[in-house]
């Protein structure tokens, strides 16, 4: 299963059933999980861990040293999770010793043709990035966002859980879970309605994340104020705690609509 041209350092490992194409790099201590498919010209470099069922295009980079000028050659590290799909020409770096020295992708990831995730990032896990969808490092991105092409993320912002960012958004301040993001700079657009419902959440949750998001976002009230009053007249449900969680822990600041009326 590995093609006589690829070249595969005596130091990785590579589990059962990988197969591997021509002209494609693998280098010392790395890990690839079984039955993952790696194309021709791919380059994975050392201290890079790919899970099991993957599937990687050709003329991916993967696991080369993270563009900083603060990196001083450290032992960090890239894990991908299982069943994640890369396609062309994606290119994913290792973390940074000032960073925690991590980059990690978790399970079910689909990664179109020229994303770049950056040092240190940390995805969830069903994450979509549309072609050329751009993490600059420290980013984390909550499970099952979708990241529309062209966009680029400011670093050390977060996405959170089942956000949508619209194509050629740019995205300096978080996007709080559930919502709906576009524009350079990105503004919200409400909640994120066609993605929820293909997900599952029922009327109820949606009705009450529906509440809030108009609380906090649409009559103008403080950040502070608008917790507050969600926490008194929305039903405390999961998604409206992890959605008051998120906000409560921002440190970069909160993307916002423009207010309308009470």
């Known amino acids: 299963m590995i093609h006589e041209q690829a070249i595969?350092?005596?130091?990785?490992e590579i589990g059962a059933n990988v197969s591997i194409g021509p002209f494609t790099v693998i280098g010392n201590n790395v890990k690839i999980g079984d039955n993952t498919v790696i194309g021709s010209m791919v380059t994975i470099d050392e201290f890079t861990t790919i899970g099991a069922d993957c599937r990687i295009f050709h003329h991916a980079a993967i696991g080369a040293t993270p563009q900083s000028v603060k990196f001083a050659g450290e032992e960090s590290h890239v894990v991908i999770?299982?069943?994640?799909?890369?396609r062309e020409f994606v290119t994913i770096h290792r973390g940074t010793g000032f960073g925690g020295g991590l980059t990690k992708l978790g399970d079910d990831n689909f990664l179109m043709a020229y994303t770049h995730i950056a040092h240190d990032c940390i995805t969830g896990k069903g994450v979509l990035f549309s072609n050329a969808a751009t993490l600059a490092g420290h980013?984390?991105?909550g499970d099952y966002a979708s990241i529309g092409g062209l966009v680029a993320i400011h670093q050390f912002t977060r996405v959170g859980d089942y956000a949508f960012v619209g194509g050629k958004s740019a995205v300096p301040k978080d996007i709080p879970p559930y919502v709906l993001a576009a524009g350079d700079r990105a503004r919200l657009h409400g909640l994120n309605k066609v993605g929820l419902k293909r997900h599952g959440f029922t009327p109820e949750v949606l009705d009450a994340l529906k509440k809030a998001y108009r609380i906090i976002f649409r009559i103008g009230l403080t950040m502070n104020e608008a917790i507050e009053r969600v926490k008194a007249e929305v039903p405390d449900l999961p998604e409206v705690q992890t959605f008051l969680q998120?906000?409560?822990?921002?440190?970069r600041g909160v993307t916002r609509g423009k207010p309308g009326r009470d």
């Open 139 to 141: 980013v984390e991105i």
């Open 81 to 86: 999770g299982d069943r994640c799909l890369v």
């Open 8 to 12: 595969v350092h005596k130091g990785a």
């Open 246 to 251: 998120f906000l409560e822990s921002s440190k």
